[in-house]
Structures are given as structure tokens and as C-alpha cells.
């Protein structure tokens, strides 16, 4: 009987994450409310509130359900391996993960990230990346003399662009396999530290 009430309550919750999401598209995030939910979703509005305490703690919920998906696969990043694949020309499999991560909640990063989204959102994962990942790579020359594109600016472009790249493939229907996608993103930022910096694989 637990088991039946749990595979119940995992559906609900997916019945109105779907519905979050076609009405975030529709209308933004700011005027979702427990009405178009309930509607969208085919509920009564008493079951929605077993699962949430309004739409708010729903947005919430499932916006932080999907950042700590995605964070744990970044954090596997390895600035080290990263380069190594790039100077061979492979996709990093750490970066594929991730990619595999933005498909699997394809329907989630399309909007929230979208002109109707929540820009907070794209902030976060930037800022992430930017602290976690990119700037790694270039503090492997800590004696780097600065160049005409200094190091700063060049880790916000890079995770502007890494998330504008994806964004694409997203909005565009994923034709790409996300093997392609992470070779892309590798062979370009691999290629701008080689050719900016002079950072090399096996010469960090």
C-alpha cells in the first residue's frame, strides 16, 4: 500500500512540475498561481496542497531540486582532464554528464532560462561556473601575465558563453548528441587558454 501511495505522489508532483513549467512559459514565473495549477495539472486544489504550501514553495521546490542535480555533475569538472581532452580533440565524459543532465530536464533549463524564466537561475549556474570551473583552468599558470583579454573577463565570457551554447542546442530541439555539444564547448575554451594563455595539456 506504500509503495502505491508513493508511485501516487511521485505522479502528482511530476503532473504539477509539468504544469509549472507550461504556465512559467505562458505567463512567467512571478504569476503562477495555485489555480492555473490545479487546472493545468487536472488536480483538486486540497491534493496540491498535501505536496506544497502554495505556488511559490513549488517554484522553489523544484528549482532546487534541479540546481543540486546539476551542481553535483559540475562539480566533477577536473580542469586538469578537461584540457587533456581538449588537446586530443575528445569531448571530457565529466562535461558529457553534464550535458546529459541539461537533456534530461530539457523542458525545465528552456524556460526557466528563456526570456520568461528567472534570471537568477542563470546567474547561479555562471557564477558556478565561474568560480568552480573556469577560473581553475586559468589559475593553472599562476605566474600568467595578463593579456589583452585579462583573466577575469575572460572567465565571465567563457560562462556566458558555455550557458548560451547550450541554451541553443536546447531551444534548437537537441539535434546534437551531447557527446557533440561537450566537444564543442571543449575544443573552444580549450583552444582560447592554448592560443590566450599558452595553458597546455601536460604543460600546467
Keep these: 500500500m506504500s509503495e502505491k501511495l508513493d508511485r501516487r505522489k511521485a505522479r502528482t508532483r511530476e503532473q504539477l512540475r509539468k504544469a509549472l513549467i507550461a504556465i512559467m512559459e505562458e505567463k512567467g514565473p512571478d504569476r503562477v498561481t495555485v489555480s492555473d495549477l490545479t487546472e493545468k495539472a487536472n488536480i483538486n486544489r486540497s491534493t496540491f496542497y498535501l505536496h506544497y504550501t502554495d505556488a511559490v514553495d513549488l517554484l522553489s521546490q523544484v528549482k532546487g531540486e534541479v540546481w543540486e542535480g546539476l551542481r553535483s555533475r559540475m562539480e566533477k569538472l577536473n580542469p586538469y ?34 526570456p520568461k524564466g528567472d534570471p537568477a537561475f542563470a546567474v547561479r549556474i555562471k557564477e558556478f561556473l ?15 601575465a595578463e593579456t589583452i583579454v585579462p583573466k577575469d573577463f575572460m572567465i565571465a565570457y567563457f560562462a556566458a558563453s558555455n550557458l548560451s551554447i547550450l541554451l541553443h542546442w536546447i531551444e534548437s ?9 561537450a ?6 575554451l580549450g583552444s582560447a587558454v592554448r592560443q590566450l594563455y599558452g595553458i597546455e595539456a601536460g604543460k600546467v
Design 173 to 181: 530541439g537537441m539535434r546534437q548528441s551531447p557527446s557533440s555539444i
Design 81 to 114: 582532464e578537461y584540457l587533456s581532452y581538449a588537446a586530443r580533440s575528445e569531448p571530457d565524459p565529466a562535461m558529457v554528464n553534464v550535458i546529459e543532465y541539461y537533456a534530461e530536464h530539457a523542458d525545465f533549463f528552456r524556460v526557466i532560462l528563456g
Design 183 to 188: 566537444l564543442m564547448i571543449t575544443h573552444i
Design 130 to 144: 565561474q568560480t568552480q570551473h573556469i577560473s581553475k583552468i586559468l589559475d593553472l599558470r599562476p605566474d600568467l
